[in-house]
């Protein structure tokens, strides 16, 4: 356990204003101290995740460790914390220029650009079709079009529903879909107005790791990204998550990685004094 107080952030990501996009606890580290701290700290930051980073010696293939938490479990992947944390180092001055990191999904780089975006590159989702899990519909609460494992990284399932207001609508039985994923749902369909400024839409559910419905998903975009980039014809888009925070995430389809493209605010600052 740290032995004095350690600044804790939390920032909104994917995002341009406060209190939008998916809030994510951030701690800066001299080391990792043991799991069952990192996980305290997390459970009582009670956000979707909270990710722990620190410095790594130069001359690596990574210049940060990195790892995420949820309230109850580790997991491999992460977005929105990942883009939290690349805006934490850069707005502090802690880093400059492209950041890699290391974590359990390989090295991550995150880049910040002029305008005040960041990119993140990640490993693109591996899509298998697979059936229609019995109950799944029910649990769900509609019965999708199609469905689709999501690899290791992930370990989602993402269904394809009608259309937009069907995703925006859905009130699934949590508990019910626990059964059905290694991590989570991604439900999504076609915008119903690309006008408005986005492509496709989502919602994600993760129950297993102890969220319910995680307000704007990072990962789950490289499986969207992939699978909407080959129905449209095009590299880049745009997905809305419509939870009720709601978040843009841009993404550009590149063969085995996929970009993911948000911005950042922070909103806390303060001691960890535990």
């Not at 996980?39 to 293939?61: I, K, Y």
């Not at 689709?148 to 009608?162: F, I, K, P, Q, S």
């Amino acid at each position: 356990m740290p032995t004095s107080p350690h600044r804790i952030r939390v920032v909104d990501a994917f995002t341009d204003r406060p209190f939008a996009g998916n809030p994510a606890g951030v701690l800066l580290l001299d080391a990792f101290p043991d799991d069952a701290w990192l996980q305290s700290v997390a459970t009582e930051v009670n956000h979707a995740e909270t990710a722990f980073a620190h410095p790594l010696p130069e001359g690596g293939e990574a210049d940060w460790a990195l790892r995420w938490f949820t309230p109850a479990t580790e997991v491999d992947l992460c977005g929105h914390a990942t883009l939290a944390t690349a805006h934490v180092l850069h707005s502090t001055g802690a880093a400059s220029g492209p950041v890699r990191f290391a974590t359990r999904s390989g090295v991550l780089t995150a880049t910040a650009h002029a305008d005040g975006t960041l990119t993140l590159d990640f490993p693109t989702a591996p899509l298998t079709e697979t059936g229609i899990p019995d109950g799944f519909a029910e649990a769900l609460g509609t019965e999708p079009l199609r469905a689709y494992d999501t690899g290791r990284n992930c370990g989602d399932l993402l269904v394809e529903l009608a259309d937009e207001k069907t995703v925006r609508e859905l009130t699934p039985d949590h508990r019910a879909l626990v059964r059905h994923s290694a991590r989570g749902v991604i439900a999504t369909a076609l915008a119903e107005d690309p006008a408005r400024g986005y492509d496709f839409v989502s919602r994600g559910f993760f129950p297993r790791v102890g969220i319910d419905e995680d307000p704007v998903t990072g990962s789950a975009h490289t499986a969207l990204a992939p699978f909407w980039s080959q129905r449209l014809g095009r590299r880049e888009l745009t997905g809305l998550q419509a939870s009720a925070r709601t978040g843009l995430v841009r993404t550009e389809l590149r063969g085995d990685r996929t970009l993911l493209t948000g911005r950042a605010v922070t909103v806390i600052e303060g001691d960890l004094l535990a």
